[in-house]
T-cell receptor
Framework: GENVEQHPSTLSVQEGDSAVIKCTYS??????FPWYKQELGKGPQLIIDIRSNVGEKKDQRIAVTLNKTAKHFSLHITETQPEDSAVYFCAERDSGYALNFGKGTSLLVTP | NAGVMQNPRHLVRRRGQEARLRCSPMKGHSHVYWYRQLPEEGLKFMVYLQKENIIDESGMPKERFSAEFPKEGPSILRIQQVVRGDSAAYFCASSPPGTKPEKLFFGSGTQLSVL
């Protein structure tokens, strides 16, 4: 699974609004889908992940949905705050060892 | 519990020199992964190691790049005869033993600049 498309590349929202980032993948064998948040000058930090046997997972203001048939998964952030501003990466893994990352979405939350 | 430690944070080398990047995994973690990030790009997998073993190096360039994770000490990513195209951020991640390569914990990276 090497092809992960991520959209949009940049996203600007007002504080309190929701943000949605979408990713598509091509490998039917993909079974693990994490989302990482990367702040400037830091390494990526895992914020939520989902496995292929689950359609949705939620953790406070963050949720991820997975549509295996359509091969796409999405990150939803509700009630956005300025500290949510960062670059977000989706990734997928099939039966191998590598995580294949999207190119990232730069999220800006304006007060 | 200290996180994944990488050093140096910044490394400047001239073309033809060697670069050595170090990574100490989180305490209790025995799996180490190296990823490379180019500007405006996602992370690209390079290599997966366990203590004294290279498990998957399918993402490593065939020449000039090598990695090790000795029984004692940090994991080392070594780049010989660096070229300008090697300039990138190199991230190390670790995960606990006995798990699939999921829930990776990343270090803060080493920014390599080749002059």
């Amino acid at each position: 699974g090497e092809n992960v498309e991520q959209h949009p590349s940049t996203l600007s929202v007002q504080e309190g609004d929701s943000a949605v980032i979408k990713c598509t993948y091509s490998d039917s064998a993909s079974n693990y889908f994490p989302w990482y948040k990367q702040e400037l000058g830091k390494g990526p930090q895992l914020i939520i992940d989902i496995r292929s046997n689950v359609g949705e997972k939620k953790d406070q203001r963050i949720a991820v949905t997975l549509n295996k048939t359509a091969k796409h998964f999405s990150l939803h952030i509700t009630e956005t705050q300025p500290e949510d501003s960062a670059v977000y990466f989706c990734a997928e893994r099939d039966s191998g060892y590598a995580l294949n990352f999207g190119k990232g979405t730069s999220l800006l939350v304006t007060p | 519990n200290a996180g994944v430690m990488q050093n140096p944070r910044h490394l400047v080398r001239r073309r033809g020199q060697e670069a050595r990047l170090r990574c100490s995994p989180m305490k209790g973690h025995s799996h180490v992964y190296w990823y490379r990030q180019l500007p405006e790009e996602g992370l690209k997998f390079m290599v997966y190691l366990q203590k004294e073993n290279i498990i998957d190096e399918s993402g490593m360039p065939k020449e000039r790049f090598s990695a090790e994770f000795p029984k004692e000490g940090p994991s080392i990513l070594r780049i010989q005869q660096v070229v300008r195209g090697d300039s990138a951020a190199y991230f190390c991640a670790s995960s606990p033993p006995g798990t699939k390569p999921e829930k990776l914990f990343f270090g803060s990276g080493t920014q390599l600049s080749v002059l």
